[in-house]
């Protein structure tokens, strides 16, 4: 069940306008290097605004306890999808 509201007042860190992630604008995100689609596989734009708003919030948002996100979510969610792309697959066995 999607969460999309905040119990706690936040105030956004909003630093990089290339990701609009809670990472980077809420927690310590936004102080790395902005995010390069580098492969076919990463999200295009379309595809983060359908599976941005699915991401839980994180329970520090919620004035649950724990630590700020120091990693972009879209840039983790690039990662894994590169990984499981087949092209991936014969990149890291080798041809």
Not at 44 to 63: D, F, K, N, S
Not at 81 to 95: D, F, I, M, N
Request: overall charge negative.
């Amino acid at each position: 069940m999607p969460q999309s509201f905040v119990l706690a007042s936040v105030e956004s860190n909003a630093q990089s306008p290339a990701c609009d992630c809670l990472a980077h604008r809420f927690g310590n995100a936004a102080d790395g290097p902005d995010r390069v689609r580098c492969y076919n596989s990463d999200l295009t734009e379309a595809e983060w605004q359908v599976i941005r708003p699915l991401l839980p919030v994180p329970a520090w948002l919620q004035g649950r306890g724990g630590r700020p996100e120091g990693y972009c979510h879209r840039v983790m969610l690039d990662q894994c999808h590169e990984v499981k792309s087949p092209a991936a697959v014969s990149r890291h066995q080798g041809e």
